[in-house]
């Protein structure tokens, strides 16, 4: 199945963004900065994939 370089960089957006969203849920329940930082990072993935 072939997918064109559109369709690739949303799915790619939408995987990172669930993954965001796990991530900042699972740091808030269980208080690990570490979680919430990773968030972060992949906040920042989220907004370079957004801008490509």
């Not at 072939?2 to 790619?12: C, G, H, I, Q, T």
């Not at 957006?13 to 992949?42: K, P, R």
């Amino acid at each position: 199945m072939a997918f064109n370089p559109e369709k690739r960089l949303r799915l790619s957006l939408a995987v990172t963004v669930l993954i965001l969203i796990a991530e900042v849920a699972g740091g808030l329940f269980s208080n690990s900065l570490a979680l919430l930082s990773d968030a972060g990072h992949n906040l920042t993935d989220a907004f370079a994939l957004g801008l490509a």
